[in-house]
């Protein structure tokens, strides 16, 4: 099957989006162990070093080194550890919203679809007035099994270069 792009309307294209809303919501509530099951196990979730530099010197990310890198047992591990007293940096937790627009879904194969799509997350932290934006880009492997889609790889093209929070212990 040659890729084939899918179009708003299209009811693929709403079972995709309502992939991307359901895990949002998952993430928003703190619901990760549902999170996790949305997850193929061979999953691959990076989100590369944004540079700034001059357009002929590349799209402006490293590319070898990355916020985080993480698999499967390492997002496995992340979600145990805040079930535990020493998640200090999610203890007590953030407060999240996640804003999902411009998704773009290609085909791939009969169980394959890329998906591009928009993030903007806030995030508020205490008792702080304020909020931190978190704006990417992500570009999506989707794989449609006996359970539904779940989510093999995650590339997180952030637009920050410095990113304007103490830490990223929130899930993108």
Sequence with gaps: MIST????GDPVYFEVLEFLQKE???????????????????????????????????????DNMYHFEENYASLKKRIDRLDTEFAWAEDPPSRTRRFIDNVRVEQVNEHEFNVRS????????????????????????????????KLKVREI????????????????
């Design 5 to 8: 792009n899918i179009k708003i």
């Design 24 to 62: 949002a919501e998952c993430l928003d509530n703190g619901d990760f162990r549902t999170w996790l099951s949305l997850l193929d196990e061979k999953i691959r979730y990076v989100m590369p070093v944004r540079t700034t530099r001059e357009r002929i010197h590349g799209k402006g990310f490293i």
């Design 118 to 149: 928009y993030l903007l997350l806030t995030r508020s932290r205490g008792n702080e007035p304020g909020y931190f934006l978190v704006t990417c880009v992500r570009n999506d492997t989707l794989i449609r099994t006996e359970q539904g889609l």
């Design 157 to 172: 093209l952030v637009d920050q270069t410095t990113l304007g929070m103490d830490n990223l212990a929130v899930f993108l």
